[in-house]
């Protein structure tokens, strides 16, 4: 049905007025996800790209989620059809813009995913710079004191039983902890083929703080890369 209300979208956009704009802006981002999901990439960035140009000033103040989801997951189309400078730009805010930063974390995460396939030599200091974002600074390749000291403080941290509370969810709170997580599960990649230190360092890194708030998912899906 979506696809259906969005090719009619496509042929009446000159009719429509500033009342159906939004609602049409929604119809097009639903069947350009849906297109994403079905790994129909062209469909997708055709239905993103004219929901994108139905976006005006106001959408940003009114309707922020909407437009935040249209320009990740048209950058996502574009990525998967490597056009990747434009999923790059499509990752910017535009200036004066700023984020809450698990959203920040998804745009970084999304960019280094970008850098790690498009332009590789750069990854690991796109990774590195997205870090220092969120208060982790790690030099491009640590020494192995500093890697020992890190393995010795989490082995302190994880003292005692590892049983099934060890590492369980805890309710309430700030969860912007994770956001450093999202950027460490991006970065793995870079931080492999670079320099296997700073998968040490990561993989530390997220144990901590899996201990001290507990998991959303599974610990593995932040480890793994």
Same mark, same amino acid.
Not at 52 to 66: A, G, P, Q, S
Not at 193 to 211: D, E, G, I, K, P
């Given at each position: 049905?979506?696809?259906?209300?969005?090719?009619?979208?496509?042929? @009446?956009?000159?009719?429509?007025?500033?009342?159906?704009?939004?609602?049409?802006?929604?119809?097009?981002?639903? @069947?350009?996800?849906?297109?994403?999901?079905?790994?129909? =990439?062209?469909?997708?960035?055709?239905?993103?790209?004219? =929901?994108?140009?139905?976006?005006?000033?106001?959408?940003?103040?009114?309707?922020?989620?909407?437009?935040?989801?249209?320009?990740?997951?048209?950058?996502?189309? =574009?990525?998967?059809?490597?056009?990747?400078?434009? =999923?790059?730009?499509?990752?910017?805010?535009?200036?004066?813009?700023?984020?809450? /930063?698990?959203?920040?974390?998804?745009?970084?995460?999304?960019?280094?995913?970008?850098?790690?396939?498009?332009? /590789?030599?750069?990854?690991?200091?796109?990774?590195? @710079?997205?870090?220092?974002?969120?208060?982790?600074?790690?030099?491009?390749?640590?020494?192995?004191?500093?890697?020992?000291?890190?393995?010795?403080?989490?082995?302190?941290?994880?003292?005692?039983?590892?049983?099934?509370?060890?590492?369980?969810?805890?309710?309430?709170?700030?969860?912007?902890?994770?956001? /450093?997580?999202?950027?460490?599960?991006?970065?793995?990649? /870079?931080?492999?083929?670079?320099?296997?230190?700073?998968?040490?360092?990561?993989?530390?890194? @997220?144990?901590?703080?899996?201990?001290?708030?507990?998991?959303?998912?599974?610990?593995?899906?932040?480890?793994?890369?």
């Amino acid at each position: 049905v979506a696809f259906e209300l969005a090719e009619h979208l496509c042929e @009446a956009l000159t009719r429509l007025s500033d009342a159906e704009r939004p609602l049409a802006t929604q119809i097009l981002y639903l @069947a350009g996800r849906q297109a994403l999901d079905k790994g129909a =990439a062209g469909t997708a960035a055709h239905y993103l790209g004219v =929901a994108r140009d139905l976006i005006t000033t106001r959408d940003w103040e009114e309707r922020f989620d909407l437009v935040f989801d249209i320009r990740r997951s048209s950058a996502e189309a =574009a990525f998967q059809l490597r056009q990747y400078d434009l =999923a790059l730009e499509l990752l910017e805010l535009p200036v004066g813009r700023t984020l809450d /930063p698990l959203r920040d974390a998804q745009l970084v995460s999304q960019r280094i995913t970008v850098y790690t396939l498009a332009r /590789p030599n750069h990854a690991i200091d796109v990774s590195l @710079a997205a870090l220092r974002k969120f208060g982790i600074r790690w030099p491009r390749k640590p020494s192995l004191l500093r890697v020992w000291l890190d393995i010795v403080r989490t082995d302190w941290l994880l003292r005692g039983a590892l049983d099934k509370d060890t590492f369980s969810l805890r309710s309430g709170g700030d969860i912007t902890w994770v956001a /450093p997580v999202m950027v460490l599960r991006a970065a793995g990649g /870079p931080m492999t083929q670079h320099w296997n230190r700073l998968t040490c360092l990561s993989a530390a890194y @997220a144990l901590r703080a899996f201990r001290r708030h507990g998991t959303i998912g599974s610990p593995s899906l932040a480890l793994a890369s």
